[in-house]
């Protein structure tokens, strides 16, 4: 499992980290939005000695892509990258993808430092190594499992992100306690606005409780081989539908996470793993964040045959991550297309 540095003020440690020049170049491979935190850390690298490379790009869903990671390659081999060189990724959850898989797949792979800078990419996806980049029949259906040596988690770069991608984050957060952790959940309900707002000391201790659940479900199960790792997935068969379906005004990944669980969570009543009364006490909480509505001009009926290329699906129907209890969840097999349909009217879509 990667080493984990959560500090405020952590990215003037990057080179710590890197450890001492070997004469390879390091190369920083960050979000461009980030320019001023990429300075910093060019020039807190150079001062040690390091021989550096900054290559800066747009951080969206389409960098990750086959596409655009190709003249990335081209970047590195140019600026004689080798073996023994290593990679500084910055950025969210795109940067960490997708600058993840070049790092695997750069001759072979490389060393990989990962410096998230969002709330989300903090307490979930720098984390657990799913490295890779989308295919136009689906979200991360081209990849490798391969953990970043390193993760530098700094709350201070999360200053300057914008307030969708905050409940982004929140939305992953309140996934680890739906999934794992009641007391979280609880504290959630009363406290969320303290973590749009970052305010500290929660904020920092929240992203380590996340991480911890998270580090804790990915080392019983690295490969997603034994079904543990799938309660992670809590409202992502939904979500990656609903990012899939393009043109119902594009939802942040933890926006679309939120409409997830709420569609996975009245499945887990329809099913009646889960009582009535907590569904809908949750649903109510979900339904509450401030989402951008425009998911609901969805048809259902779109969402769910999105669902077709979902990694999870079995010849039975699809496979759905349900909570038996606030902090637990249970596997169902076989959601039929008719089920999906009528939660997701039930959540609001066409
Ligand atoms: N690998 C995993 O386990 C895993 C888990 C969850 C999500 N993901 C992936 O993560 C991606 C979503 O992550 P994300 O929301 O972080 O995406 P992102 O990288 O696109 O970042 C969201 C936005 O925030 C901006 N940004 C980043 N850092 C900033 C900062 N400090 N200040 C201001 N703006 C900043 C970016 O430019 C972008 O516009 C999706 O592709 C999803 O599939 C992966
Ligand atoms: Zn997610």
């Known amino acids: 499992m990667s080493k ?3 500090a405020s003020g952590a990215l003037g440690r990057v080179p710590l980290v890197v450890g001492r020049p070997n004469g390879s170049p390091v190369a920083i491979v960050g979000d461009r939005r980030l320019r001023p935190a990429l300075d910093r850390l060019e020039r807190a690298l150079a001062a040690r000695g390091f021989r550096t490379t900054t290559v800066t790009v747009r951080a969206n869903e389409a960098l990750k892509s ?6 990335l390659y081209g970047k590195l081999l140019r600026a004689g990258l080798d073996r023994r060189s290593t ?44 490295t890779g980049v989308n295919h136009e029949l689906g979200k991360n259906l081209i990849g490798v499992f391969s953990q970043p040596e390193t993760i530098v988690v700094d709350p201070a770069l999360l200053r300057t992100l914008d307030a969708r991608d905050r409940i982004s984050g929140l939305g992953e957060i309140v996934k680890y306690g739906l999934i794992a952790d009641p007391a979280l959940y609880r504290s959630l309900r009363e406290r969320w606005r303290e973590l749009v707002e970052l305010r500290e000391p929660y904020t920092s201790k929240t992203i380590r409780r996340c991480l911890a659940i998270k580090a804790r479900i990915v080392a019983a199960d690295e490969r997603e081989l034994t079904g543990l790792r799938e309660q992670l997935n809590f409202g992502h068969t939904v979500a990656h539908a609903l990012e899939a379906v393009a043109g119902f005004g594009t939802l942040r990944h933890g926006e679309a996470v939120i409409v997830g669980m709420r569609a996975a969570t009245r499945l887990s009543a329809l099913r009646g793993t889960l009582s009535a009364g907590a569904a809908a006490e949750i649903d109510a909480f979900l339904g509450a964040l401030p989402v951008p509505p425009k998911w609901r001009r969805a048809p259902a009926s779109a969402v769910a045959a999105a669902t077709r290329h979902d990694k999870k699906r079995t010849a039975k129907g699809l496979r759905f991550v349900l909570l038996d209890r606030i902090g637990h969840t249970v596997r169902a097999d076989g959601v039929s297309t008719e089920e999906l349909v009528h939660v997701l009217r039930e959540v609001g879509f066409r």
């Open 87 to 130: 990679i500084v990724g910055v950025g969210g959850g795109t940067i960490g993808d997708a600058v993840g898989f070049l790092a695997a797949t750069y001759l072979r792979g490389v060393r990989f430092v990962s410096v998230p800078t969002t709330l989300l990419a903090d307490v979930d996806s720098a984390l657990g190594g799913k």
């Open 66 to 71: 086959l596409s655009a990671l190709e003249p």
């Open 4 to 6: 984990l540095v959560i």
